[in-house]
């Protein structure tokens, strides 16, 4: 059963002319006539380089950004135009995971708090109390149920990605989305959070948008796999079909292409990555009229399309 299914989905930016470089404003077209059909309980896999359009389409299906044109449905209602209650259950029914767990949790937050956050942009019960919710949440996800009153500095990357999954787990989704969502963690923190990934799928069964240019990692946890390209899907297939027998051209120099990073590259991102936000975090339940689950769009330097 199709669960969450994306028609021509088109989305385009405005991008600011550079005065001094004689560059007039454009329009640049960052995802291009993507359709693709999530079913229930399987786990869709974008893949493609960077720029390559992943992002904006988890965001477009997530409804965390307007398409310019194309539809989104979600159990066969056309949810591309929702407002109001109506968006508010979608948010409900569709989660998602961000890449760098720090700067999508509240600093200032404890975790009893972030957890249940979701429940309270909701509207709905917490059942048992906050507290007891949120303990629970913490169990599901491999945490101590102890450290609810902890904050999120004092997890590490992996633990702070448990937190994140847990929050998203908290109005029982029907469709989880992780934007990256191990991309920013040590390997062997990647598998133990694929491995939890893979459980509570298999638990709850949610179906899974999972974005990711790693394709090691998108082996492990890929029913179907679908590769993009300049805002394109040029293949969609089952993983091993995909992996095993190419059938485009891209993807076959996408499965060549051995990623050589150096070593201090690597240990510069992970650094980062821990690194607290120095923005306003994503998600705060505090700041009037900021939902909890509502996407802001990442600050861009003027004139950048790619
Ligand atoms: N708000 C925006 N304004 C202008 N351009 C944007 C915006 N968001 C995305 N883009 C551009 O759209 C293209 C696709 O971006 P997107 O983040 O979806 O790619 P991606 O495949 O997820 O890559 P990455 O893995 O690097 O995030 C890029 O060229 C990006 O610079």
Same mark, same amino acid.
């Given at each position: 059963? &199709? ?25 640049? &077209? ?28 988890? !965001? ?11 539809? #989104? ?17 979608? !948010?409900?029914?569709?989660? =998602? ?51 609810? %009153?902890?904050? /999120? ?21 029907? =469709?989880? #989305?992780? %934007? ?8 062997? =923190? ?23 240019? %790693? ?9 179907? #796999? ?11 297939? %089952? ?19 051995? /990623? ?8 510069? !991102? ?37």
């Amino acid at each position: 059963m &199709t669960l969450l299914q994306a028609k021509d989905l088109v989305k385009t930016f405005d991008v600011a002319g550079t005065a001094g470089l004689l560059r007039p404003a454009r329009t640049f &077209t960052a995802v291009d006539g993507v359709s693709f059909d999530l079913e229930a309980g399987q786990t869709l896999a974008l893949v493609g380089e960077s720029g390559s359009g992943k992002s904006t389409t988890a !965001r477009l299906a997530a409804r965390l950004i307007d398409v310019t044109s194309g539809t #989104v449905h979600l159990d066969g209602r056309d949810i591309t135009r929702l407002e109001g209650k109506d968006l508010l259950e979608v !948010r409900r029914q569709v989660q =998602v995971v961000f890449q760098d767990p720090f700067s999508s949790l509240n600093p200032r937050h404890t975790v009893e708090r972030i957890v249940t956050a979701p429940l309270r942009y909701q509207k709905r019960e917490i059942p048992g109390g906050a507290r007891r919710f949120a303990q629970h949440l913490l169990e599901r996800v491999g945490l101590d149920p102890a450290h609810v %009153d902890r904050y /999120p500095a004092q997890f590490s990357g992996g633990q702070a990605q448990r937190i994140g999954i847990a929050r998203a787990l908290a109005v029982g989704p029907r =469709v989880l #989305v992780c %934007d990256e969502a191990v991309s920013a963690l040590d390997v062997s =923190v990647q598998a133990q959070i694929i491995n939890l990934l893979r459980t509570l799928q298999r638990e709850e069964g949610f179906a899974c948008l999972f974005i990711a240019h %790693d394709l090691a990692v998108v082996r492990q946890i890929a029913t179907r #796999v679908a590769v993009m390209t300049a805002g394109a899907i040029v293949e969609t297939g %089952d993983r091993d079909s995909v992996f095993d027998r190419p059938t485009h051209d891209y993807t076959r120099r996408l499965l060549a292409a051995v /990623p050589r990073i150096r070593p201090e590259w690597e240990a510069a !991102r992970r650094r980062n990555a821990r690194r607290p936000a120095r923005e306003a975090p994503m998600m705060d339940d505090e700041e009037p009229g900021t939902p909890s689950t509502e996407y802001r769009e990442p600050a861009r330097p003027k004139g950048e399309a790619g």
